[in-house]
């Protein structure tokens, strides 16, 4: 609970600061809270879309929770996002991810 408190802390401080919000969303994610993750995932991509690693994890925080059209939308999302900032090893996590997804949905 301390390092939750420690990056509560730090955003209270300063709110901008993505890298924070990114972990205390993947702090969240460890403690079972995933509604709470998924509206701070949600938050940071609405504030910094080309915040690449969201992507990824909120995908799989879609996953998780069962909802993978959410996911696959996420997925795809994220790979729009990394062929515009030419982030090739996050674009292919992003279609890996999406075709795991898409398998899922075959079964």
Do not use: C, W
Not at 42 to 63: A, M, R, V, W
Not at 89 to 105: F, P, S
């Amino acid at each position: 609970m301390k390092r939750m408190e420690q990056l509560m802390e730090l955003i209270e401080k300063f709110p901008d600061d993505l890298f924070s919000r990114h972990a205390l969303a993947m702090e969240y994610i460890k403690m079972g809270m995933d509604v709470k993750a998924l509206e701070l995932m949600q938050g940071l991509l609405e504030q910094s879309p080309n915040h690449i690693g969201t992507y990824y994890h909120l995908g799989k925080l879609h996953e998780r929770m069962g909802e993978l059209q959410q996911a696959l939308r996420v997925y795809e999302d994220g790979e729009v996002m990394a062929r515009s900032l030419n982030a090739a090893h996050e674009l292919r996590e992003l279609t890996a991810a999406k075709e795991n997804v898409l398998d899922q949905m075959d079964e």
